[in-house]
């Protein structure tokens, strides 16, 4: 396990910074990944450390950007020590899907696949059982 999981963990309240999974959802702790990966730069350090879950994290790699059809753009994917959660999402209690409100928020729902088939029907789930948001 990651040295710097605890405190990361308790800094996201047990969730995954991008999607908002719970990890009492899981039967397994979160990952801490860089939300600057370090084959770019990125550092070790607290403010560019996130709690991702496995889906999350695959999908985001070593990407910093990703694709806004809308505007038919790359942009820069959401930071979770600069950038808020509610700004940039939305959740559909109704569908289970997370809705970009925004460039960033579009690009990365995309570039993480928030809205695949298994993310959206795991995530109505989780709102059944209390688990989510």
Same mark, same amino acid.
């Given at each position: 396990m990651? #040295?710097?999981y605890e405190e990361v963990a308790k800094r996201a309240m047990y969730k995954c910074e991008y999607c908002g999974a719970s990890e009492e959802a899981f039967n397994f702790a979160f990952e801490v990944e860089h !939300?600057?990966?370090k084959a770019r730069g990125g550092s070790n350090s607290l403010p560019n450390l996130a709690l991702?879950? !496995?889906a999350c994290n695959s999908y985001k790699g070593v990407f910093e950007t990703g694709y806004d059809a809308e505007t038919q753009t790359e942009v820069t994917l959401f930071h979770p020590r600069r950038d808020t959660w509610a700004e940039h999402f939305q959740f559909r209690f109704d569908s289970g899907e997370i809705i970009g409100l925004t460039l960033i928020g579009r690009a990365t729902v995309h570039r993480l696949q928030l809205n695949s088939q #298994?993310?959206?029907f795991v995530r109505l789930l989780w709102v059944q059982s209390d688990l989510y948001p």
């Open positions: 990651n #040295r710097f !939300i600057t990966p991702a879950c !496995i #298994r993310q959206v």
